[in-house]
């Protein structure tokens, strides 16, 4: 499995950015999750939001509950990660992941078995 974010930048306080996360590899039938994580420099790497390729259940901590929201769009193999409300605290290199089944510790980087490169994002005035 082959991952590629982007869609990363500068934003101000207060504002938006929807990240990317082309896919390819997958084999057809497959029930897999797609994560998003975001590690800021000297900070342990966090989950920030997943969805699931089965029934589209999508998962938040209370950190970006009712900020972020992730889908996806099969036709094109993408996850989205649409960021709204931004604060400085968000500033951090964001990945996005995949692991084959669901599982409870989907906010839990060593779940996942591919990784894509990281896109900064950075909240700042």
């Known amino acids: 499995v082959q991952l590629q974010a982007s869609g990363g930048g500068l934003v101000q306080p207060g504002g938006s950015l929807k990240l990317s996360c082309l896919a390819s590899?997958?084999?057809?039938?497959?029930?897999?999750?797609i994560g998003w994580f975001r590690q800021a420099p000297g900070k342990e790497r966090e989950g920030v939001s997943c969805?699931?390729?089965?029934?589209?259940?999508?998962y938040y901590p209370d950190s970006v509950k009712g900020r972020f929201t992730v889908s996806r769009d099969n036709a094109k193999n993408t996850v989205y990660l649409q960021m709204t409300r931004l604060n400085p605290e968000d500033t951090a290199t964001y990945y996005c992941a995949a692991r084959i089944r669901w599982t409870v510790n989907w906010g839990s980087a060593s779940e996942y078995t591919s990784w894509g490169q990281g896109t900064l994002v950075t909240v700042s005035s």
């Open positions: 590899g997958f084999v057809a039938g497959d029930s897999y999750v």
């Open positions: 969805i699931s390729s089965y029934d589209g259940s999508t």
